[in-house]
């Protein structure tokens, strides 16, 4: 017997809202502002266009959305380049805008958590205008880092540090009389200067800035870069080159140094000051999940990405080493884990779990995302990733925005692949993203991946995910809480238990048989049984009631 699985009940949203620590087993939906929906035909997507679609994500399942950046910006990375912390760039909108998004998200049972940039702001930044003019050693250049170069006429940069994005992470001041003059420290674009969080008055900035936004009503941020406000006493030189490979791999005096966590407490309080659990996660670069768990200590952040998680490759030893390692750090401290397997800077899954073959990237895909939906804890969704949207690998060089593809020999500079705008629906680009075109072009295959064209197929990547949410809201075992592996799974299997619920994903290129463990509630391929026995394809996750 072939089965195709999908629930018949959705939960309510008031089923799905928690009460207590909601982050705990929240699935929140990454939307990229710029490539989402684009309401006014400019091709690129805005608040207007997220607020249109909400009643999707309602549907969809998920608990909140986290907005990437959409503040006034000179758009050198993405808006992760501010230039003004308070204010809606015309690009996305004006301020009711956000308003109006986290007014019709709160309605519909969505909380909102937005970006917040505090390791640089945009060389666009009245800041950084100031210090630019000020002299050096004045007041306005020590918000920021300033240093004379190295070398008989300072032409060297002060230390070895590399930008993420390739090349040195300083760029030498040109002064009003075309003299060349201080170097500053940016450890991503020459357009992002580093803030100096030893200055008291970057801090007291970004504490209003955050209360700003709370008090419009966000439920919480995304800390970017939040391994990175802190550097080393002294910025002492590293001695090796390619130190955007070591990113995550060891403590750089530039990253993950422990006066970070003395900020994010500050920060807490500050959330704690408000009503309705408004929380904070760190998108923190670590190099071991115990280094990462101090991030969300108690008195600290609420989550931290896991990207060990997305970065481990396919398999069931790997797989279970890196859930074991994860679960383990953050019980340590209390805390839920925070899965995630794409976002806006890494290549689709999809893509990565298929090295070149596009049909086992996507069966991959379906399957880690019942595997993460099935782990204890909070987990986040890419947009896309519902509609199973592979990386677009042969973008044309003069489309492309990414910072990083112009400077080099930094991060592969291939981001813009996986932040080409959501298909909609319709037969011709754009596929609904708006009624212009897109910013980036969308390939011709993407008609077939549509929103449109994939509700109501039960084979489809879409109704995969929106049962798997809407189970998670039903079955009482998901979310936060805890799993135990069944050790009797054959090698290359991963199962564990959790109440009232098993999860069997065969990572194998070929099927396996199993004893029924259970009553199969969803899997993200058709399963056969016979007798007692159940085969699960190659590359499959399952879902059974117990
Ligand atoms: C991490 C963001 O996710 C990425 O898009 C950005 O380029 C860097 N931080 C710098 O802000």
């Known amino acids: ?13 008031d089923a799905r809202a928690h009460t207590d620590g909601w982050w705990r087993s929240a699935v929140i939906y990454q939307v990229y502002v710029r490539s989402f929906a684009d309401s006014d035909g400019d091709g690129i997507g805005d608040l207007r266009g997220i607020r249109e679609r909400l009643p999707y ?7 909140a959305l986290w907005l990437t950046p959409f503040y006034a910006s000179p758009q050198a990375d993405g808006g992760y380049d501010v230039a003004d912390y308070r204010a809606v760039d015309p690009l996305f909108g004006q301020l009711s805008d956000a308003d109006d998004l986290v007014r019709e998200a709160h309605r519909l049972g969505l909380r909102v958590i937005v970006d917040i940039v505090p390791n640089h702001t945009s060389d666009q930044h009245a800041w950084f205008r100031a210090a630019l003019a000020d002299r050096p050693g004045g007041t306005a250049r020590e918000r920021y880092h300033f240093r004379p170069g190295k070398g008989e006429r300072g032409q060297l940069p002060p230390n070895d540090w590399e930008s993420v994005f390739g090349g040195p992470a300083w760029t030498r001041t040109t002064g009003p009389d075309g003299e060349s003059g201080e170097w500053y420290l940016h450890l991503f674009a020459p357009e992002q200067p580093d803030l100096n969080w030893d200055n008291a008055e970057v801090r007291a900035e970004f504490d209003s800035v955050l209360r700003f936004w709370l008090d419009l009503g966000v439920d919480g941020f995304r800390i970017d870069v939040a391994h990175g406000m802190v550097k080393a006493a002294g910025l002492p030189d590293i001695g090796l080159s390619e130190q955007a ?40 670069w670590a190099p071991t999940s115990e280094r990462l768990a101090l991030y969300v200590r108690p008195d600290e952040l609420h989550q931290a990405f896991n990207f060990q998680f997305l970065t481990c490759d396919w398999g069931a030893a790997p797989m279970r080493q890196v859930i074991d390692e994860s679960l383990a750090a953050t019980r340590s401290v209390g805390a839920p884990t925070t899965w ?41 969704v ?14 044309p060089d003069e489309v492309r925005q990414d910072p990083a593809f112009f400077r080099g020999d930094g991060q592969d500079g291939t981001r ?44 489809s990547t879409l109704e995969l995910y929106r049962s798997a949410l809407a189970l998670r809201g039903e079955l009482p075992g998901l979310g936060d809480g805890e799993m135990v592996w069944l050790d009797d799974a054959p090698e290359g299997v991963l199962a564990f238990s959790r109440p009232g619920f098993v999860c069997t994903l065969n990572t194998l290129g070929a099927e396996v048989a199993l004893p029924v463990p259970g009553r199969p509630v969803l899997s ?13 394809p190659s590359d499959t996750c399952v879902w059974w009631a117990v």
């Open 1 to 13: 017997m072939t089965q195709d699985l999908a629930p018949t009940v959705r939960p309510s949203a």
């Open 57 to 63: 994500l309602a549907g969809l399942g998920v608990d």
């Open 245 to 284: 490979k070591l990113i995550g791999a060891q403590v750089l005096p530039f990253f993950d140094q422990d006066g970070v966590h003395e900020i994010h407490r500050a920060w807490r309080q500050l959330l704690d000051s408000y009503d309705g659990q408004r929380i904070g996660v760190a998108e923190a």
């Open 340 to 380: 995630v397997l794409s976002n806006h800077d890494v290549v689709r899954h999809a893509t990565r779990y298929g090295a070149g073959d596009e049909e086992l990237g996507l069966r991959r895909a379906r399957a880690a995302a019942l595997l993460m939906l099935a782990l204890p804890g909070s987990a986040y």
């Open 382 to 395: 890419y947009q896309g990733e519902e509609l199973g949207l592979p990386e677009v690998v042969d973008l």
């Open 416 to 459: 813009d692949g996986c932040r080409v705008p959501l298909p909609w629906s319709g037969e011709a680009a754009p596929y609904g993203f708006g009624p212009g075109g897109s910013w980036l072009p969308q390939p011709g295959r993407w008609r077939e991946l549509s929103v449109e064209a994939q509700s109501g197929d039960p084979r």
């Open 524 to 536: 993200s391929a058709a399963l056969e049984f016979a007798g007692g026995t159940v085969r699960i």
